[in-house]
């Protein structure tokens, strides 16, 4: 999240990562807030992951920070 803020993107895109952890997952969403990033391109065991921290709770869709 740091590089893309460095870099001036607002999205990540995670369609590449096949696995994550759960505590990767909760700093990411939060980094994310904190730095008004979006997370893109979540599928699979990734996708599963992220819900578990409340990825989708506020946002239906896409994570917008």
């Known amino acids: 999240m740091k ?3 460095r870099q ?3 999205e990540v895109d ?3 990562v096949e696995f ?3 505590a990767f997952a909760d700093e ?3 980094q994310a807030d904190l730095r ?3 997370i893109t391109g979540l599928s699979g065991d990734v996708e599963t ?3 578990k921290v409340g990825f989708r709770d506020e946002s239906q869709g896409e ?3």
């Open 14 to 16: 995670f369609s590449a």
């Open 36 to 38: 008004d990033i979006a």
């Open 3 to 5: 590089n893309a803020e």
């Open 20 to 22: 994550v952890g759960r």
């Open 28 to 30: 990411a969403v939060k």
């Open 63 to 65: 994570y917008r920070g």
């Open 8 to 10: 001036g993107d607002d």
């Open 49 to 51: 992951m992220f819900d």
